[in-house]
């Protein structure tokens, strides 16, 4: 997201990688698949020597390729399962420990059945991880009527499915990103205090609403403070200071938060990530007044 040059899986994917693995700012990073297998050698060895949690994000394949977990249609859902399945490989070749993918669209009509279908898709999936080793997948919630129209959507629907998934994965969870709460219209207290007992993966980003004509609308996850955005340093704040209480965070948690951000127009992506951790420290400075003492963050 950072650079998006390499979201197709091309592209600089080894040069931004060492960027991150350089800066001692982060102890993790998120990737998704790389096509190159060359370069995927590579990566591995630089995440390797750096010591960096790796966590592998199937989202961009499932958008790039329209895969859908919970479509009606048998032989679309099957495509999708293996999509993800495809990732999960890759997953485990570069050493990953968490697995992000999202569901598919929001049907017109027999959402009741999409949920079932969505659910057996995961629990597949979830078998199919277990199959090869010690992956943890995370549903991310997405809109449900602004940018993907997702099914998951709401995160009181995620936690349904998660309450029938974890039957046959205990590991499996939610990812919840900051940048989605303003399109799912929930408030970070809400959204974090419902799926406390199911968040295994947390975002902090932001996202603009304002204009459909802005390059930033809809979940473009633009820079912190962007003109007329959602998410600045308060609103960050409240996030971490939610997840703080919920148990998420916290001194001796190595539980993960991670940025997603992407650069507009022709804003540096450098600039950007830069940028994103000054108001991260901003807003950490902010609940650390609040509460009298700093506690640990991963």
């Known amino acids: 997201m950072a650079y998006p040059e390499t979201m197709g899986g091309d592209g600089p994917i080894v040069e931004t990688i060492k ?48 895969g859908n977990l919970n479509s009606f249609d048998e032989a679309e859902r099957r495509r999708a399962i293996d999509l993800v399945k495809g990732g999960i ?7 990953a420990s968490k697995f992000g993918f999202l569901s598919g ?12 279908l969505l659910t057996d898709s995961i629990k597949e999936l979830c078998e199919y991880a ?20 997702c099914l998951i959507g709401s995160n009181t629907l995620a936690v349904e499915v998660a309450k029938e998934v974890r039957k046959v994965d205990p590991t499996f969870g939610l990812m919840l990103d900051l940048s989605h709460l303003p399109m799912q219209r929930e408030t970070s207290f809400n959204a974090l205090t419902v799926a ?51 148990g998420y965070i916290g001194e001796g948690n190595k539980n993960i ?16 990530i830069a940028q994103s951790k000054r108001t991260l420290v901003d807003a950490w400075s902010l609940v650390h007044s609040k509460k009298g003492r700093l506690v640990s963050i991963s």
Do not use: W
């Open 105 to 116: 669209a929001k049907p017109d009509t027999k959402q009741d059945v999409a949920l079932q």
């Open 19 to 66: 960027k991150i693995v350089q800066d001692d700012f982060f102890s993790g990073i998120e990737i998704t698949s790389i096509n190159n297998s060359e370069d995927r050698k590579e990566v591995i060895q630089t995440l390797q020597s750096g010591g960096m949690t790796v966590g592998f994000g199937a989202q961009p394949i499932l958008l790039r390729n329209k």
């Open 196 to 246: 406390r007992d199911y968040i295994n993966h947390a975002h902090i980003g932001n996202c603009y609403i304002k204009d459909t004509f802005d390059p930033a609308y809809g979940d473009q996850h633009p820079r912190f403070g962007y003109p007329g955005s959602e998410v600045d340093v308060p609103e960050l704040a409240e996030y971490l200071r939610v997840l703080l209480e919920i």
């Open 89 to 95: 490989d890759q997953a485990y070749e570069v050493n």
């Open 257 to 272: 938060v991670a940025f997603e951000v992407k650069p507009v127009g022709t804003e540096s992506s450098d600039i950007v």
């Open 130 to 149: 277990k199959s090869k080793g010690d992956l943890i997948l995370s549903l991310e919630t997405f809109d449900d009527e602004t940018d993907k129209k």
